[in-house]
């Protein structure tokens, strides 16, 4: 199946701060989306973004596609920045099932 | 427009029962999926519903098992609980494949 790999695996970032999470996956995907999980467990969407560019605030992210990897962009970080960021892909070649499939998170800690 | 509604939130097992979580999609979503996360094992796709038909299952044994209604809120068993059942069941709803997934705080599961 799909790989998805993500990194650093931890990251600790003064406030103030910018970062860069990044994320490579070893197939063409239909989907891929960028979480972050709160303190409480639930996935928060930050991004939708298969391919090309988003803003959200302090927030963007950029997917080539072509090259099969995602860069998530946090600038002038917060402490309520922290936790753990995750990227999810689905397969282009899935089934017509929805079934992400997960990296292993990039954990932030931003210290005041 | 309400979110992915999971129920129980928490739950305290003993090994060898079963338990039953739920989960409400979001109105107009068909697709119900679940994950399963725990720290070694990071994120793991359970298994995804469509109109009521599990179209895709993950590497999971049988004793876990879901279903879907006609109205798309989900269901999934465990039975048999054993120790390393315990984790956050995560649930999430779409609308087709391929577009963005929205998921639910979760079901924290200890098994004792």
């Known amino acids: 199946g799909i790989q998805v790999e993500q990194s650093p695996p931890d990251l600790i970032l003064q406030e103030g701060a910018n970062s860069t999470l990044r994320c490579n996956f070893s197939d063409s995907v239909n989907n891929l989306q960028w979480f972050h999980q709160n303190p409480w467990g639930q996935l928060i969407n930050l991004f939708y973004?298969?391919?090309g560019t988003k803003q959200n605030g302090r927030l963007s992210a950029t997917t080539v596609a072509t090259e099969r990897y995602s860069l998530l962009y946090i600038s002038s970080s917060q402490t309520t920045d922290s936790g753990v960021y995750f990227c999810?892909?689905?397969?282009?070649?899935?089934?017509?099932?929805?079934?992400?499939?997960f990296g292993k998170g990039t954990k932030l800690s931003v210290i005041p | 427009k309400a979110g992915v509604t999971q129920t129980p939130r928490y739950l305290i097992k003993t090994r060898g029962q079963q338990v039953t979580l739920s989960c409400s999609p979001i109105?107009?979503?068909?697709?119900v999926s679940w994950y399963q996360q725990t720290p070694g094992q990071g994120l793991q796709f359970l298994f995804e519903?469509?109109?009521?038909?599990?179209?895709n299952k993950g590497n999971f044994p049988g004793r876990f098992s879901g279903r879907q209604f006609s109205n798309s809120r989900s269901e999934m068993n465990v039975s048999t609980l054993e120790l390393g059942d315990s984790a956050l069941y995560l649930c999430a709803s779409s609308s087709l494949w391929g577009t963005e997934a929205f998921f639910g705080q979760g079901t924290r599961l200890t098994v004792v």
């Open positions: 519903y469509f109109s009521e038909t599990q179209r």
């Open positions: 973004i298969p391919s």
């Open positions: 109105s107009g979503h068909r697709s």
């Open positions: 999810a892909v689905e397969p282009r070649t899935g089934a017509g099932s929805y079934q992400l499939t």
